[in-house]
Every structure is written in C-alpha cells, then in structure tokens.
C-alpha cells in the first residue's frame, strides 16, 4: 500500500524539468561507504484490506475493557466517553494540523488551546494554566524543574504517596539536572507534616498527590503551610476528575497544579497518548513550560488567538529555555476540552461522585471478608487500598477468571507493602459489578 | 467565534451518567468538598457546533498542501486511525498483565526490531512522547554512558549553528554546555572548525543529516570520526529521515544514538501539535542506558523489560505513546521495504521539482541538490527595495489556500523559507504551488502594499502579537 501519487510518466516530466535522467542522480551525493544497498530487512507490503485483518488479529489477542470488567486505576481509568468526543476528534482538520505556527489558519486549535487553558485554571483554582504537557509524569518533572529555576535550590522533596510513575520519571528528569530528589516516607500511607517540614528545609519544592496513590486524602492544609515554611513552593498533584468536587489546589495554598489528564476523555490505550497539564499562581507566568496561547486582535479589531510569550521557548531561546519541550498534546487537550464542555459542573461532578460511592461500596464490602481489611486509615476516593492475607497474584486469577482486570499489586511499587493491593472504582462500575467484584474476592483463599 | 464561556446557559447539558444523586458528606470531610464549580454548561447540539465550527477554522493536510520545512506533513492514511482505535488497542489498561496484553506487546516488539533495521541501530525504545522528548532520552544516554566510564570532564555537547532549537534546549536541560559549530560554504559542518572544537571535553555532537538546509553532509563518516576519536557520542536528529529512508542508515552513517519522529516519517498524524512519538535507537554499547521498560520476547512471549541497572530511568508513565505506535507499525506493514524506499525517492524527487519551478525568482543560499527540503530566500530587490519580507510571502499565500513553508529558519539563512513538499503530493499540487509562490513574487514587485498586508481571505488578518504579551489574556472565567 503505497501514498505516493505519482505515474510513470509523472516521474519521467518531473525528472525532465529538474534535468536529470532519473531519481538515482538526486542522490548521487551519498558517499557509497553510508549507502545501504540492499533492501531494508522488513515484511512485504500489504494491502489496506490486508493490514486491517493483520492488525485486527493482533488486537484481538490483548482482552480488552469492552468484554472484561475494569477494577485497575492508578493513574488511567475506564471512563465514560460521550460519542461526541470521538467524533470530534476525527474531523481531520483538527488531527492533521500541525503547530499552529500560522495563526490566520488555526484559529481552531489555538482557541480550543485557549479554552482549555481556562478549564485548567477553573478546575485547578490557580491563575494560569498551559497548554499541555506530554503525560502526568513528565509534568510534575517540570514542575520541580521550574521550582528549581524559580528558587535556585537543588533539592526536590515528593512525597513517596505521589504516583511511583511520576516519581520514577522526576528522578530521571532530576538527575539531568544534577537535582537531589528526597521521599517523604509513608505515615499510615500519606505524608506527615513533621517529615515535610524536616526535608523541605532548603528545597525547592514539596511534591504532594492529593487524593494520593492510594486514594487517601492527605493533610493538604499542613502540608502547604510545612512547606512554605521552609521557602520551597509547594507543587499539587491531582485528578481532574477529583477536582470536580475537592477544595481546589488554588484554595488551599498551592503554588503549581499538575495532573494527569487522561480522565478527560481519553482512551487507556496501554498508557498513552495521555495529558498533562499545569496551572500556576501568576508570578510564575515566565516559567512555565511550553505553549500559551493568548487572545489578541488583528488591525480591524476581530478577536484571535496566538502563541504568547514565546521567548521562554526552545525555538527563540535555544540553550536558555525554560524546557526542550516543543509541542504540546494538542489533540488530547482537545479531547479535555470536548468531554469537560459536554459533561459540564453537574456531569463532572456526577464522574467524580459516582466513583466515590462505588469505591466505598467496595472498600465497604471488602471490610467484612476476613482475611481482607482497608490497608490504611482516613478519608479517600477512587481507589481503594487493601491488605490482604491471599495472595495478589491469586486475587488477580479469580478476578481473570470471573472476567475482570485487577488489582494492581502494590508491593512492585512499595516493597514495604506486601500483601496489598489496589483496587479502582469508576463512574462505569455498576452496584452489580461491585458486588460481583466483591464475591470473588470473598473465594479467594488466604 | 464565541467561547464556549461565551456560549453558557445556566441548567443547560445532557446527561451522560446516570442521575442518581450522591451525597459527598457521607464519604469525605464537608471541608474538603468544593462548593463552587465555575465550568460552563452548554448542550450537546451548541457544543457539536462548537467544535464543528472551530475545526472549519483550522488547516490541515486533508484540507490542503501543507510544505512545512522540517516537519514532513505527508498525507496521513486513515487505516492508522481505524487501527489505533481497535478495542484490543485503545481499550487495554496499562497495569492488566503481560498475558492479557500479547498483541500490543508483539506490535511494540516488531515495532523496536523494525525500526532498528531502518535506522541500522541495535536496540531501540518506544518510550519518549515526542521528538524533543527522545532528544531528551538520547542526551540522557549520552550522560549517563560517559558517568560510567567515569568520564567526568565531558561537559560539552557540539551543535551545529543550523540545528534545530530543540538540540541545544536538550543538551541544556542535560546539564550540558552548548558549543555552536558554524556551517562552511557548501552548507555542511564545517569539518575544520569542527576537529578544533573537539576535544576530551566533549561529550557528544548532535546532528540531523540532511541537515535543515535540506542538504546530505557528505563528510559525515569523517565527522563521526572526529567525534569518535576524541571519546565522544555522535547523536542523529531523526526529523530529517523522510529523505533517505531505504537509501541510507544513520547507524551506517556512524551515529550511535538516533530518534526518529514517528509523527513526520511514519505518517501519525500532528494533532494540531500532538500527541507524537519519538523512539530512539542506539548501538549495542549504549543497549544498556535505555528507559526501562523495554519490551522483550522469549520463546513467543513478550514481556516488559525493567532489569536494566544501568538504564536512565523512565522518561513518561508507562511505555510510550502506544496508539501512536499502532499508527506507525500500521504504515510500515502498509508500505513494506520497496514501498518505504518510494517514499524517499518521492519526497527527494518532489523537492527537487519544487525547486527547478520556482528557482528564478528565489535566491539560493546553497545551490546543491537539495533532499527532502530545500531553503530559499526572496529576491534582494524584494526585501530591500520595497520591504517585502518572507512573512509578507507567506502570509500572502494563506489567501490561496497554502499552508506556507517554514519560515524565518533556519537561523544561518536571513529571510529564509524552507520548503518539504512531501511524497504524497501530485505533480499538479507542487506545480500550482510554484506557479502561486511565483505569482506572489511578481505582484509584490507591482503593487508590494498588497503583500505586506496580507492575508485578505482570512477568518482573521495578521494578529498583534505584542498586545497578547503587553497585555495578556490567558484564559477566560464564567461571568467574565
């Protein structure tokens, strides 16, 4: 299946006009000691017909969340995604776009960039927001970088409740940079304001999920004021989903929101393409990473939109700016901004407290099995961690077995935690799923 | 257009989830619950018109010929998108086990092993996001290969004064000092300069062959020489490998580290900006810094790979951009060895048509045959004698309906306009662009005013880019 237009006769009128004798002499500069004279060593080529059912058998052999049912969370989830964002997604004028380098012709990208700025900084509670990162991860990682820049301390503190993925990905950020990062250990699954307060002492910033990994509220409040205290900015993690119905990072003293944006909207799709975002207080506009879109006028005084301050960028900066980064996720941002228009407050709202009834209906239930308890005390939301006297990888069996995907064992994560596990309640997950859910774990034997 | 702000009605939305009403009090702290949520609500008819009428502002590839230097907007086939979305794909959970997962991590597998083969590399991992995000990666390779060899004074990394912004920007987020080479006359590295920057400082030299000026430096064996033998890593900027796909391998080039760019040489759509993806390849000596995990296969499983002591670390969540995967391993069974090879010939032969088009009425700051792209710069008597600028050219083309080429980049060249037709455009799309870019160069001549205001046909005319940082606007709130 090939997509380049050309017939022989094309070829040959296109080599005549340049004035060579054929497509080789256009490559007559390569020095043979680099040229590869053989073909590439690949399968054949197939026909659109054939690659359909190649891919489709490949597809095939992964059980997916439409014929299983879906307890795993931890960072992605198996939310409802009204058609409309599907649908929208596909007009191929927003897909097959690029950079909106020219605003006259984008003015729909860098609007839906506009718009979706504003549901950040709404959700977050914060002053500004960017427009989009590639994932959750690498979004705290610049969060801490520019908290290094903004305070010209070397030390990071990330509270060891912060998802593993983002804290592996901020050690490997932070080591580019020769940056110390340090974990607050774990008081009954969060972090304490005494650990906080001791680490933070000539850090840059305090890194804090909120609700955490294990779906526990932290002490956002204590945690702000250990922080501050200290002088390091104070850097919330959270879902968007749970900002639908939780004090905003804005309104409990937070300096920087991040988060991971694949509840907007966005398909599993084995980890990714996912979203971050950031918002931050407005002293910080100058360093954030990546684009900002901004509105403006042209000469007869019609609205438009634009890349703004782009001198803190690679392509005017070079060496000197605030990030490599290039792009932004555009088409993600784009799903965000469709899903959160149509779901609306009361939409979002519903999400976010239906998954919460759900997870309490479970962690609930699982309290009554014996051998099973709640892992932690407190507060939480989404997900539900347990400690159990099975074995992980035999819960995940019954649950294979009865059709379903969980739990995610928590002791690859957090060696200090065998025997615990990590379930995870959506808007999606009916009283009967979770009942069902919960008769399987019942089976399971310790 | 309103703003979906400016398109609110108070009680309007459709329910999407069922109504049941929650009471949040019985299950968190009444202190922890928001009590305000300032979003808008619009239905689903306004908001479907919305979006509708936001995509009919906006230009892409299918909408029309798009020669963006440096960024390679071929055509991207819609079998990807139908692909990407199979539930086997789009609806699998990161976390499920390997054993509910085989057919994603077989694409990933063949997908590591087939880019390998393209790039002539070892190894290769999926992980990095984009194209920044693998340069990224590969400079952290670079870092972490000479810290163990205790080679500690490698501070430097060379860049050429051609190279993308992204090169210097990563080699500085790695902690390292820039160096700039300059380019010689021909439009290459300057060898000699080169050899005198070199030294046991440096670390690594990146560079893209062909380079931004869309030119093949046909001295790069004695460069990575150069490189090599004073102990440092030569790392390839793969967003130029539409030009020699099939015909050359950077790993034959003598590179050792490359990342390509999924989302220019193997068709996956931009996004309007993303989502792309920007695996890198290194040969076997760097094999074991690579992100974890890889996925690797043993007696016809496949499993994700993190025992690598060795490794960087993770560079995002997870194991890439996964459904851009499925788009560039559906191209590259599409297209297959002979078919890959077309597509360099093609993008080769389209540049070079472009160019012996518009050749008379352009300035050429390198006359060779150019690769894939080609940069040019209007005529003196245009810019200096009646101040019509390649912005003014570009902006003048949005009135027929071009995306205009690169502009103002790269840096070496002033005024310059760089041009990547791409391979899947016809003979009678380049020859209409020429004849308009032509057109445009003859009409500034007569009447320049006209040029230097465009574009007349536009949704919008050319926006106040100083207003929006002097006095900016960031976002919009509900009530205003």
């Avoid at chain 1, 009204?82 to 860098?110: C, D, K, N």
């Avoid at chain 2, 290969?145 to 992204?166: C, F, M, W």
């Amino acid at each position: 299946m090939r997509f380049s237009p050309h017939t022989a006769d094309d070829r040959r009128a296109m080599l005549r006009q340049i004035g060579v004798d054929s497509v080789e002499d256009l490559f007559s500069d390569l020095p043979a000691s680099v040229r590869l004279e053989r073909p590439l060593n690949l399968p054949q080529g197939l026909s659109e017909s054939e690659v359909a059912a190649l891919l489709g058998e490949l597809a095939a052999k992964d059980l997916d969340m439409q014929q299983y049912v879906s307890f795993l969370g931890g960072g992605s989830y198996d939310r409802y995604i009204p058609s409309v964002v599907g649908e929208m997604l596909r007009r191929s004028e927003f897909y097959t776009a690029y950079t909106p380098y020219q605003p006259e012709i984008s003015q729909g990208t860098l609007q839906a960039i506009f718009e979706f700025q504003s549901l950040i900084a709404a959700l977050t509670g914060l002053d500004i927001a960017q427009a989009s990162l590639y994932d959750g991860a690498t979004a705290v990682a610049e969060a801490a970088m520019l908290a290094w820049g903004q305070t010209g301390r070397k030390r990071i503190v990330v509270a060891r409740s912060v998802d593993p993925q983002y804290r592996s990905v901020l050690r490997t950020y932070a080591h580019g940079h020769g940056l110390e990062v340090v974990e607050v250990p774990l008081r009954d699954g969060r972090a304490a304001a005494d650990d906080v307060a001791t680490a933070a002492a000539d850090a840059a910033c305090v890194i804090v999920q909120h609700p955490n990994f294990f779906g526990l509220l932290e002490d956002v409040d204590s945690l702000v004021g250990a922080a501050h205290g200290a002088g390091a900015l104070y850097i919330a993690v959270a879902d968007p989903i749970s900002l639908a119905v939780l004090r905003t990072p804005g309104a409990y003293g937070a300096d920087v929101a991040v988060g991971e944006g694949q509840a907007l909207g966005i398909a599993p799709s084995f980890g990714g393409p996912y979203l971050g975002f950031m918002a931050v207080r407005q002293e910080y506009l100058r360093r954030l990473p990546g684009r900002i879109v901004g509105e403006t006028a042209d000469h007869e005084g019609r609205r438009g939109y634009v890349l703004t301050f782009q001198t803190r960028e690679q392509h005017i900066r070079r060496e000197k700016a605030t990030s490599n980064i290039c792009t932004n996720q555009g088409l993600m941002a784009l799903a965000a901004t469709i899903y959160t228009t149509l779901l609306g407050p009361h939409g979002l709202r519903q999400a976010a407290a239906l998954s919460i009834e759900g997870a309490h209906l479970l962690g609930d239930g699982a309290q009554g099995i014996s051998g099973m308890d709640m892992a932690f005390t407190g507060p939480y939301a989404f997900e539900v961690a347990l400690r159990t006297g099975a074995k992980v990888g035999d819960v995940q069996a019954a649950m294979l077995g009865a059709g379903m995907l969980g739990p995610l064992d928590l002791e690859r994560f957090y060696p200090e935690l065998p025997g615990h596990m990590l379930l995870s309640v959506t808007e999606k997950r009916t009283a009967g799923e979770i009942k069902r859910l919960l008769a399987v774990l019942q089976g399971v034997e310790a | 257009m309103k703003t979906i702000f400016e398109e609110h009605q108070p009680g309007r939305g459709t329910e999407y989830l069922p109504s049941r009403e929650v009471d949040l009090r019985a299950f968190l702290p009444e202190a922890e619950i928001r009590s305000e949520l300032p979003l808008p609500e619009l239905s689903e008819v306004q908001a479907v018109r919305h979006f509708t009428g936001l995509s009919r502002r906006n230009y892409g590839v299918d909408t029309g010929f798009y020669p963006l230097g440096s960024c390679t907007m071929k055509y991207n086939p819609k079998i990807n998108e139908d692909t990407a979305r199979l539930p086997g794909f789009a609806q699998i959970h990161p976390y499920q086990g390997e054993a509910t997962a085989q057919g994603a991590l077989q694409l990933m597998w063949e997908l590591q092993r087939d880019l390998a083969e393209i790039t002539g590399m070892d190894a290769v991992s999926l992980q990095p996001a984009a194209g920044a995000h693998g340069e990224l990666t590969g400079i952290l390779i670079v870092r972490a290969y000479h810290e163990l060899r205790g080679d500690k004074a490698r501070t430097q990394v060379i860049v050429p004064d051609s190279a993308h912004g992204t090169n210097p920007a990563t080699a500085a987020m790695a902690g390292f000092e820039v160096v700039h080479v300059p380019s010689d006359e021909r439009g290459g590295v300057d060898v000699e300069a080169l050899r005198a920057l070199t030294s046991e400082k440096t670390a690594a030299l990146m560079l893209t062959n062909p380079n931004t000026l869309g030119v093949f430096d046909e001295r790069i064996a004695e460069i990575a020489e150069i490189i090599h033998g004073q102990g440092g890593l030569v790392y390839y900027d793969g967003a130029n490998l539409n030009a020699v796909l099939g015909h050359s391998r950077p790993g034959d080039m003598g590179f050792d580290i490359v990342h390509l760019n999924l989302h220019k040489t193997f068709s996956t759509p931009h996004g309007g900006g993303g989502p792309g993806a920007g695996p890198v390849g290194v040969k076997r000596h760097l094999a074991e810094f690579l992100p974890v995990p890889v996925v690797t296969q043993q007696d016809g499983r496949y499993h994700l790979s993190y025992d690598a002591p060795h490794s960087i670390g993770q560079m995002r969540s997870f194991y890439g951009n996964f459904g851009v995967l499925v788009r560039a391993y559906t191209y590259i069974r599409a297209l297959g060895p002979e078919g890959l090879r077309e597509v360099a010939d093609d993008a080769v032969l389209n540049a070079n048509y472009v160019l012996s088009l518009i050749r008379d009425h352009f300035v050429l700051p390198f006359d060779r045959i150019p690769k894939h792209e080609f940069v040019v710069a209007p005529p003196d008597d245009l810019v200096r004698g009646k101040g019509v600028k390649t912005l003014d050219i570009a902006k003048r083309l949005l009135d027929f309906d071009f995306h205009p080429p690169t502009v103002y980049f790269p840096l070496i060249v002033h005024e310059a306009m760089m041009v990547e037709p791409t391979e899947t455009e016809t003979k009678e799309t380049l020859a209409s662009f020429a004849g308009t870019l032509n057109g445009i160069v003859d009409e500034a001549r007569e009447n320049p005013e006209y040029v230097k205001t465009a574009p007349h046909q536009t949704v919008v005319g050319r926006l106040d880019e100083a207003r929006a940082v002097k006095q900016p606007k960031l976002l919009e709130r509900l009530g205003g």
